[in-house]
């Protein structure tokens, strides 16, 4: 049974940075590329960044090119975001998940979501 636990999120002003972190299990993480998504209220899921299963290549989408990274550590089964000059439209619940991802795009993978973990950006 796959199981993703996310976490790292919070409430921070608009500048502010904050690093999340996924944990996976279940699966064989080095396998798959891997991705954050996020969802803000009203709007519907949106691919945020992935990377490949090796961290050779990433994407970002458009509005969080140049403010956020992300990275993977297959020996810990986990990926990060970390999120720096935030602003009020970063807000949202974050996930991570499997993802088809190219350098110039991502999507879902699988339809298994953990919980999320939410980030709220105060301006």
């Known amino acids: 049974q796959v199981q993703v636990v996310e976490s790292g999120g919070g409430l921070v002003q608009a500048g502010g940075s904050l690093r999340l972190s996924c944990t996976v299990s279940?699966?064989?993480?080095?396998?798959?590329?891997m991705g954050w998504f996020r969802q803000a209220p009203g709007k519907e899921r949106e691919g945020v960044s992935c990377?490949?299963?090796?961290?050779?290549?990433?994407y970002y989408s458009a509005s969080v090119e140049g403010r956020f990274t992300i990275s993977r550590d297959n020996a810990k089964n986990t990926l990060a975001l970390q999120m720096n000059s935030l602003n009020a439209e970063d807000t949202a619940m974050y996930y991570c998940?499997?993802?088809?991802?190219?350098?110039?795009?991502?999507?879902?993978?699988?339809?298994?979501w953990g919980q999320g973990t939410q980030v709220t950006v105060s301006s």
């Open positions: 990377l490949n299963w090796s961290g050779a290549y990433q």
């Open positions: 998940a499997p993802a088809k991802c190219t350098r110039s795009s991502m999507t879902t993978l699988v339809d298994y």
């Open positions: 279940g699966l064989q993480f080095d396998d798959y590329a």
